[in-house]
Each structure stands twice: as C-alpha cells, then as structure tokens.
T-cell receptor, first 109, second 112 residues
Framework: AQSVTQPDIHITVSEGASLELRCNYSYGATPYLFWYVQSPGQGLQLLLKYFSGDTLVQGIKGFEAEFKRSQSSFNLRKPSVHWSDAAEYFCAVGNDMRFGAGTRLTVKP | DGGITQSPKYLFRKEGQNVTLSCEQN?????MYWYRQDPGQGLRLIYYSQIVNDFQKGDIAEGYSVSREKKESFPLTVTSAQKNPTAFYLCASTGGGTGELFFGEGSRLTVL
C-alpha cells in the first residue's frame, strides 16, 4: 500500500543550528514529492516540490530537500534555523497527495 | 478572487445524523481532495477526485461519501456510520500541472 512516513514526531533545535526532517515513502514508482509547513493557527504553505530532474531542490525561506531514490526518501534541510521556523512540517507524496503525520519543530533561543 | 470556499466553518451534529460539508473552487482545477486533520495524525486522505464524475477512496473513506458532478464542487458527506466524526476537515485542489495544493479554511465538525 502507498504510504508516507515521517519518523520524527517532534524535533527541538537551537536557533542557528542546522535542521533535517526526514520523509520516507512507499510508492510503486517515483512520485511527486512535496514539503508543506503549517504555523500555529495557520493554513498550509508549500515550501518546495520535486517532480523530476535535479535531486536537490531549493524552496522558500531558505529550505532545501534532497530526493534519494535508493532510500525512497525526501528529507528537508535548513542550514541555520530561525525562531520563526517553529511550526509543523508535512511531507506529501503522489498524485493522490498523501501526507505524512507531520513533524513538530521547536526552536530554542 | 480565485480560491476555495468551505462551508460551514463550524458545525454541530447529533449522533446518528448525516451532515454534508461543502467545498467549492473557482480556480478551474481538475483535482480536488478531502482530508481530515487530527492532532498528531497529520492530514489523512478521505477521498480525492482527479476529474468530474470520478473519485477514489483514500486511506480513511469508511463512513464518508462524496460526489463530483461539477468541476467546481466536491461535497463531503459524513454519515452516521463514521464512528468518530468530530474533527477538522480540509478541502484542497490542484491544477495546471504545478502540483501545489490550495486549501480551504476548513470545517470543524463536532458531534454531540
């Protein structure tokens, strides 16, 4: 069955530290891949997406993600986290747009 | 302005009653989706439709039904068979090959 897994429910990082959020998927072929962010009380905003081509994609707010076919992964990264990045992050996959359970990011001052 | 409109925003229902949540978009998008969002469980896919008069079950379709008679509209009915219907429901659409989902503001259903 098709599925999307975000292994980390909650991550805490210090402001200025680097960040990596994990996303793994189980689909028959390489699907479309997305990362969304949801700030408290807000709607979801698209950070970046991968359809094909270069496996390292750049998004908004300084985020990037790398598609690794061999690992069925699409991990989100940011070199230096800002306090305003505290939010919930969701990986989404495929034409059917299945979402992972999300990772809540807390940023320590 | 183009967008997705969900109604009602808040809805209370007695046990055993069916309720229909409306979702309308004027973005000319082909694909539309219904999700349920519960704390700690992310967005779970209920149903989706990629073309008029066709729709597919998602991961948690039991107790829900949909129709897609018009491109602009994708209503969701929460039936009395849904065991735990109290939740926040989000409708979304995508089109034009971008893949980006546009979301409505959501409908919060409470079963009394």
């Amino acid at each position: 069955a098709q599925s999307v897994t975000q292994p980390d429910i909650h991550i805490t990082v210090s402001e200025g530290a680097s960040l990596e959020l994990r996303c793994n998927y189980s689909y028959g072929a390489t699907p479309y891949l997305f990362w969304y962010v949801q700030s408290p009380g807000q709607g979801l905003q698209l950070l970046l997406k991968y359809f094909s081509g270069d496996t390292l994609v750049q998004g908004i707010k300084g985020f990037e993600a790398e598609f690794k076919r061999s690992q069925s992964s699409f991990n989100l990264r940011k070199p230096s986290v800002h306090w305003s990045d505290a939010a919930e992050y969701f990986c989404a996959v495929g034409n059917d747009m299945r979402f992972g359970a999300g990772t809540r990011l807390t940023v320590k001052p | 302005d183009g967008g997705i409109t969900q109604s009602p925003k808040y809805l209370f229902r007695k046990e055993g009653q069916n309720v229909t949540l409306s979702c309308e978009q004027n973005l000319n998008h082909d694909a539309m989706y219904w999700y349920r969002q519960d704390p700690g469980q992310g967005l779970r896919l209920i149903y989706y439709s990629q073309i008029v008069n066709d729709f597919q079950k998602g991961d948690i379709a039991e107790g829900y039904s949909v129709s897609r008679e018009k491109k602009e509209s994708f209503p969701l009915t929460v039936t009395s068979a849904q065991k735990n219907p109290t939740a926040f429901y989000l409708c979304a659409s995508t089109g034009g090959g971008t893949g980006e989902l546009f979301f409505g503001e959501g409908s919060r259903l409470t079963v009394l």
